[in-house]
């Protein structure tokens, strides 16, 4: 499958997009200032126990407090609280990990037994803040590489169930336990698979740095305060994703296109090449025709092929999904036939939107009607196949006596929404046709200001409007002719009808 990755960047944000055959299936905004970010790690007080939560409600400096559940506090919750207190006291070396006189935690204890209000704590962010919910956190902290994932103070080796193949799962097991640090444990991750010993000693003294790194933190760290960033939104996305299928990563910054073939470089030496600098006249997401498809992509309609569609609906508390056959009733299938490509074509289509929108929770998807056991099993099976490319963690249940599919998806950020819908240009001025003689003074006001050539953005409507026609009689023709200028009117599928840019 041929996979493309396009970044567009704007002063210190960027927004990527992942293309798979040309099509969007995931889009991921990277906000130079983001905080509490999944995998971030940070020195919290305790605010308030919660007993019957059986949890805690911890400050890490966000406007809501944090929560905190007995369990995910982790068996090593004394270990930690001691290796925190020596840091600070300066009495701890970052490598020094025998804490093995430490007792643990029984797992079905009350949090007031095991920590108290006022009390520091270090603890890592898991589910990022949705709604009016603080974020979700963790003191079972562990770092995560391309490869692997680094557990202090554990001594266990564990290989992702992922990897099926029995010698490979041993041999990499054999592989983590002689490259193991004392004090801490490891995680093979999938993508580990067929990794040679070199590339995964990399991606451990990479972790090993970053370990470093929290330690060194550490010491001055204040309550509130973020102790270590495990990655920016971007690197982790690219160190998720990245596999041999990928073709090309297309950048419109040079700097950011520079640090990116040093992480390749890091990853996969091989692949360094396939990093582009894009400098084309037209905004990288016009030119890759990522923003028509986010305009096709989000709102509550979706179409699909051959006239079926599905209607998206958003709850408080799940997601509802309705697929609908559209016209193609009429294109000589039988009702049971016609009814399962339907189904088919929108299972794909779902499990695209599932990440795309980045949806979490209870998601129930009302399909078409179907009779035949052989058919809904048929369904079954292709919604399986299509989530099995997610990252996210998910459950599907069978279909039931309805027609229904529940699926649970992890929820660890907040929900993509982009508004699509726009409003009636008739009820935003008096008249539209005003806007084209709002232009045009524009554009006479940069001449008089003696510009000679300009380029306008507007909306593609606009722009059939503004080029259209017998070249010399066109607007934008009549427009040069006037005013003595060269003008380039370009179209933006971004732009909203009655928006326009001058450059």
Known sequence: MRTELVIQTRESDAEIALLQEGRLVELVAEKGDDRFSVGDIYLGRVK??????????VDVGHSKDAFLHYHDLGPQLATWQS??????????????????????????GQMEEAIKSGQDILVQIIKEPISTKGPRISSEISLAGRFMVLVPFSDRVSVSQKIRERKEKE??????????????????????????????????????????????QLRQAKTGQRVLREVDRASAFLRDVFNESFEKIHVDSEDLAAEIRAYIADIAPDKVDIVKFYSGPAPIFQQFNVDRQVKTSFGRTVTMQKGAYLIIEHTEALHVIDVNSGNRGSMGESQEE?????????????ARQLRLRDMGGIIVIDFIDMHKNEHRKALFDKVKEVMALDRAKHKILPPSRFGLVEITRQRVRPEKAIETQEENPDALVDAPILLIEKMEQALEE????????CTLHVHPFLHAYLTKGFFWKSIRHQWQRKHKVSLEVVARDSFKMLEYKFQ
């Open 171 to 216: 041999r990499l097991r054999r592989l983590a336990e002689s490259v193991r640090p004392k004090g801490f444990g490891l995680i093979v991750r999938t993508v580990a698979e067929n990794k040679t010993e070199v590339e995964l000693m990399a991606d451990l003294e990479g972790l090993l740095s970053k370990w470093k790194t929290l330690h060194r």
């Open 338 to 350: 016609g009814a399962l490509a339907v189904n088919l074509m929108a299972a794909e289509e779902i």
């Open 83 to 108: 290796f925190v207190k020596k840091v600070a006291l300066g009495k701890q070396s970052a490598m020094a990990m025998d804490f093995s006189g430490q007792p643990l935690i029984p797992k079905d």
């Open 446 to 453: 940069m001449t008089g200001q003696g510009k000679r050539q």
């Open 48 to 57: 308030k126990i919660a007993a019957g939560l059986n949890a805690a409600f």
